[in-house]
């Protein structure tokens, strides 16, 4: 089954300490993303990827990093978390080109304490 | 830059109502495209629809359908007697830009009510 997963799917977590926030696509895409979702705000973008090794900022960029060594891996990384970064985040993926629907995991609620 | 307004915050009907999402865009390509998604209360986001910018026509898919139009720049989408499964937030979306990155409104809360 052609899916976007992303783990955990819940996570409380206190200022400062590290953590990841796995992706994963079975889908062969080269064109990966995160955003983050609040309220009024809709969903903005993080950073993407256009392929292994390729990564660029989106709109909201601070306070996260990502990499992209694989092509099915995109994790994102909360290096100090601050409480302004509790969200809802989603990782997307797709074939690349603008027409193409996106991909979207299931989510992952972050709270930072 | 690119933009889209979701004017409706949150609308309630009572099941078999019709109700229409708005949806108004500013891009300055002349090639892009438009999506809606639905998330439900479970939290994820569902596809519904993509049109790309040279497609005025417009579709509809069972009890919905979806009216672009270029000249003022809108891609509304309309519920045809709503049902209570139908409650969920709304969100259209732009890409067309560099980095394939898909601009989102902010969202419309539906609330159908039995």
């Known amino acids: 089954e052609a899916q976007v997963t992303q783990n955990p799917r819940y996570l409380i977590t206190v200022t400062g300490k590290k953590l990841t926030v796995t992706c994963s696509q079975n889908?062969?895409?080269?064109?990966m993303s995160w955003y983050r979702q609040d309220p009024g705000l809709g969903l903005r973008q993080i950073y993407y990827?256009?392929?292994?090794?390729?990564?660029d900022k989106g709109d909201v960029p601070e306070g996260y990093k990502v990499s992209r060594k694989e092509k099915r891996n995109f994790p994102l990384i909360l290096e100090s978390p601050s409480p302004n970064q509790t969200s809802l985040y989603f990782c997307?993926?797709?074939?690349?080109?603008?027409?193409?629907?996106?991909?979207f995991g299931p989510g992952t609620r972050l709270t930072v304490l | 830059a690119q933009k889209v307004t979701q004017a409706q915050t949150e609308i309630s009907v009572v099941e078999k109502e019709d109700v229409t999402l708005d949806c108004v865009y500013e891009?300055?390509?002349?090639?892009?495209?438009l999506f809606w998604y639905k998330q439900p209360p479970s939290g994820e986001l569902v596809f519904l629809i993509r049109?790309?910018?040279?497609?005025?026509q417009n579709e509809i898919s069972g009890r919905y359908s979806w009216n672009f139009q270029k000249s003022t720049s809108s891609f509304n989408f309309t519920i045809t007697a709503s049902q209570v499964v139908d409650s969920a937030v709304y969100f259209c979306?732009?890409?067309?830009?560099?980095?394939?990155?898909?601009?989102f409104g902010a969202g419309t809360i539906l609330r159908v009510k039995s």
């Open positions: 997307a993926s797709s074939s690349g080109q603008a027409y193409n629907e996106q991909f």
């Open positions: 889908m062969n895409h080269e064109y």
């Open positions: 990827s256009m392929n292994v090794e390729v990564t």
């Open positions: 891009t300055r390509d002349t090639t892009y495209y």
């Open positions: 049109r790309n910018s040279f497609d005025e």
């Open positions: 979306a732009l890409s067309g830009g560099y980095g394939n990155k898909l601009v």
